[in-house]
């Protein structure tokens, strides 16, 4: 059974400051692995989609890597700002399957 | 083009009764898939409709169904309510179920009391 984890659980940092959210994944076998963001009560917003077969996607302060071979992807956020406050989900999309497992989160506060 | 919309956006309900959650997807998608999000929990997978037929299912007991119309829109039923149904309830579209980009809607807050 596929298990997701993140780390850290919470983070805070001030504003400017780059970061990193790790997420963890125990069966290789995926097609693909996606962050999303989500603010408090609200839907999940997709930031970057990374296919198995990539090992990078870029966009805008977001970078987010995955190593397939050992279970882990990563998210950087360079120069964060305080509208980047949110929880940062993990899901991959396993092989033979159409759904997503996620993560339980990243919960991100960036102070001015 | 629509993004995809859910309502009512919050519910409130007594254990026992019976309630039904409604999702309109993108313009375009032909498949949703319903999740479950408990306060501090990753959301947990459901089950999936794919052109009107249930295309997979989470391990969720049979008191949670759903349907999907010709139009693709879509609802979740949950009879018999408990509290621990308490959660958000979100609502993914995409077009097929091959490797595809979700897109998901600001979800539907259920509180079971």
């Known amino acids: 059974k596929q298990e997701v984890t993140q780390i850290p659980a919470a983070l805070s940092v001030p504003e400017g400051e780059n970061l990193v959210l790790n997420c963890s994944f125990t069966?290789?076998?995926?097609?693909?692995l996606q962050w999303f963001r989500q603010d408090p009560g609200k839907g999940l917003t997709s930031l970057l989609l990374?296919?198995?077969?990539?090992r990078e996607q870029t966009s805008g302060r977001l970078n987010a890597s995955l190593d397939k071979s050992s279970g882990r992807s990563t998210l950087y956020i360079a120069a964060s700002q305080p509208g980047d406050s949110a929880t940062y989900l993990c899901?991959?999309?396993?092989?033979?399957?159409?759904?997503?497992?996620f993560g339980k989160g990243t919960m991100l506060l960036v102070s001015p | 083009e629509t993004g995809v919309t859910q309502s009512p956006t919050h519910l409130i309900k007594t254990r026992g009764q019976q309630v039904t959650l409604r999702c309109s997807s993108q313009?375009?998608?032909?498949?949703v898939s319903w999740y479950q999000q408990a306060l501090g929990q990753g959301p947990q997978f459901i089950f999936q409709?794919?052109?009107?037929?249930?295309?997979g299912r989470g391990n969720f007991p049979p008191r949670f169904s759903g349907l999907q119309f010709p139009n693709y829109s879509s609802e979740l039923n949950v009879n018999a309510l408990e509290l621990d149904d308490s959660a958000l309830y979100l609502c993914?579209?995409?077009f097929g179920t091959g490797q595809i980009d979700y897109t998901f809607g600001s979800g539907t807050r259920l509180t079971v009391v």
């Open positions: 313009s375009g998608h032909n498949t």
């Open positions: 993914a579209s995409s």
């Open positions: 409709y794919y052109r009107e037929e249930e295309n």
């Open positions: 899901a991959v999309r396993p092989l033979g399957y159409s759904t997503l497992t």
């Open positions: 069966d290789s076998a995926i097609y693909n």
């Open positions: 990374i296919q198995s077969s990539q």
